[in-house]
């Protein structure tokens, strides 16, 4: 591979690593703002909602930006962003003052996917673009799992908050280094919203649309409840809680490298072999989810979620490059921004139904409503992969 594919995906790469250190250090915090403020397991829900609102309302925004300024600009504005609203979740001092925080962190995390998936697509060459998405999707799950690391280990040496200062500091640096060796664009146009009208008219890629509020919902709740989870009820350390965190990011890493090279390497028709590819990755969350709700020894935990790691958290590069199978290149900025937003919309609702369902009747019933959500969007992705796509010329080239 040439040297201006390696330059762009690292530099994405790198990008997607340090805004998700900073936008995912909340997940890892969730047992400190429980002590800090005094929350029941609901209203821990509720930070990570305002953490995704604030993603949600602004993604189409943001995507139309990136449409006009081009993704150079924004992104590098966006990590600067980024690192500022870490730093005000830190400084939060009372609860109301947090929600504002971590809303106005999501707001800014908005900037990520359609600003890479821009520069993927953009700039990679036909083959090799399922490969450099699964790369790219690597730098969530390791920021988040470096996000885990620093936020619960430095606590106990440091202060809470220590995770987060880092964290801004590394934002700000890339952000220079970003600004500095991304290659300078034109603007890109007028800003203008997709054209989700004729995208609605896309029967298989409505489906997927639907399927991916189940995954969301699956992916940021898993997130947002390990440390708490593996706290509460498996009775280990907070610190212990963030290395089983970690070790859900990095194995969620692994999947998504995987998945991308099988979605790049295996015979078929594209439509067909990426969509039974997340077919099975949304049939063994579920299961996972039920091993979890089961699980009540430390190493018991780790293994489990690591396991459930590489499945719900590895599956959202395969989800945009099946998306890229059914929709034509000029359409996947507004495709992605509305694949985005179910993936989003479910972090909003499924987070406080977890809590309260913990409050009420305990762990297990809430991994149980994940598991029956997982079971459902991989009945609606069937149904997309049974459906033929009306593109003649899709996103995904062979």
Same mark, same amino acid.
């Given at each position: 591979?040439?040297?201006? =594919?390696?330059?762009?995906?690292?530099?994405?790469?790198?990008?997607?690593?340090?805004?998700?250190?900073?936008?995912?250090?909340?997940?890892?915090?969730?047992?400190?703002?429980?002590?800090?403020?005094?929350?029941?397991?609901?209203?821990?829900?509720?930070?990570?909602?305002?953490?995704?609102?604030?993603?949600?309302?602004?993604?189409?925004?943001?995507?139309?930006?990136?449409?006009?300024?081009?993704?150079?600009?924004?992104?590098?504005?966006?990590?600067?962003?980024?690192?500022?609203?870490?730093?005000?979740?830190?400084?939060?001092?009372?609860?109301?003052?947090?929600?504002?925080?971590?809303?106005?962190?999501?707001?800014?995390?908005?900037?990520?996917?359609?600003?890479?998936?821009?520069?993927? =697509?953009?700039?990679?060459?036909?083959?090799?673009?399922?490969?450099?998405?699964?790369?790219?999707?690597?730098?969530?799950?390791?920021?988040?799992?470096?996000?885990?690391?620093?936020?619960?280990?430095?606590?106990?040496?440091?202060?809470?908050?220590?995770?987060?200062?880092?964290?801004?500091?590394?934002?700000?640096?890339?952000?220079?280094?970003?600004?500095?060796?991304?290659?300078?664009?034109?603007?890109?146009?007028?800003?203008?919203?997709?054209?989700?009208?004729?995208?609605?008219?896309?029967?298989?890629?409505?489906?997927?649309?639907?399927?991916?509020?189940?995954?969301?919902?699956?992916?940021?709740?898993?997130?947002?409840?390990?440390?708490?989870?593996?706290?509460?009820?498996?009775?280990?350390?907070?610190?212990?809680?963030?290395?089983?965190?970690?070790?859900?990011?990095?194995?969620?890493?692994?999947?998504?490298?995987?998945?991308?090279?099988?979605?790049?390497?295996?015979?078929?028709?594209?439509?067909?072999?990426?969509?039974?590819?997340?077919?099975?990755?949304?049939?063994?969350?579920?299961?996972?989810?039920?091993?979890?709700?089961?699980?009540?020894?430390?190493?018991?935990?780790?293994?489990?979620?690591?396991?459930?790691?590489?499945?719900?958290?590895?599956?959202?590069?395969?989800?945009?490059?099946?998306?890229?199978?059914?929709?034509?290149?000029?359409?996947?900025?507004?495709?992605?921004?509305?694949?985005?937003?179910?993936?989003?919309?479910?972090?909003?609702?499924?987070?406080?139904?977890?809590?309260?369902?913990?409050?009420?009747?305990?762990?297990?019933?809430?991994?149980?409503?994940?598991?029956?959500?997982?079971?459902?969007?991989?009945?609606?992705?069937?149904?997309?992969?049974?459906?033929?796509?009306?593109?003649?010329?899709?996103?995904?080239?062979?």
């Amino acid at each position: 591979m040439d040297r201006s =594919y390696w330059r762009t995906v690292s530099l994405v790469t790198l990008w997607q690593v340090s805004a998700s250190i900073c936008y995912y250090a909340v997940f890892a915090a969730t047992p400190f703002f429980r002590d800090e403020f005094g929350l029941s397991r609901f209203s821990v829900g509720l930070v990570v909602t305002a953490l995704t609102l604030g993603y949600a309302i602004w993604l189409l925004p943001v995507g139309a930006l990136v449409d006009r300024f081009g993704e150079g600009r924004t992104l590098t504005l966006g990590l600067v962003g980024l690192a500022a609203g870490v730093t005000l979740v830190a400084g939060a001092p009372t609860y109301a003052a947090l929600l504002a925080a971590v809303f106005f962190l999501g707001s800014l995390y908005a900037t990520a996917m359609p600003g890479t998936n821009k520069a993927i =697509y953009d700039n990679v060459t036909a083959g090799r673009q399922n490969l450099a998405i699964g790369i790219k999707q690597v730098g969530v799950t390791a920021g988040s799992g470096i996000s885990a690391l620093l936020v619960t280990g430095l606590a106990g040496v440091l202060f809470w908050q220590a995770g987060f200062v880092i964290a801004a500091g590394v934002g700000v640096v890339v952000a220079g280094c970003f600004a500095l060796w991304y290659p300078q664009q034109r603007d890109g146009g007028r800003a203008s919203y997709p054209d989700f009208r004729g995208l609605s008219r896309n029967r298989p890629y409505r489906t997927l649309v639907a399927a991916g509020f189940f995954l969301g919902a699956a992916l940021f709740t898993t997130t947002g409840y390990t440390v708490l989870y593996v706290e509460e009820s498996v009775g280990v350390s907070v610190a212990f809680g963030g290395v089983v965190l970690a070790l859900v990011q990095l194995f969620g890493s692994g999947g998504r490298l995987l998945t991308g090279w099988l979605s790049d390497t295996l015979p078929g028709d594209p439509q067909h072999r990426i969509g039974a590819i997340l077919i099975v990755q949304a049939l063994a969350s579920a299961v996972l989810f039920v091993v979890v709700a089961m699980t009540s020894s430390p190493w018991g935990a780790a293994v489990a979620f690591s396991a459930l790691g590489f499945f719900v958290l590895g599956n959202t590069g395969v989800y945009y490059s099946y998306m890229a199978t059914l929709v034509s290149a000029d359409e996947m900025g507004g495709a992605t921004a509305g694949g985005q937003l179910s993936l989003v919309a479910g972090s909003v609702v499924a987070p406080p139904a977890f809590g309260y369902l913990a409050d009420t009747v305990g762990y297990r019933g809430s991994w149980w409503l994940l598991a029956v959500g997982s079971v459902v969007a991989a009945g609606l992705l069937l149904a997309a992969v049974r459906l033929e796509s009306p593109v003649d010329e899709p996103a995904m080239r062979e």
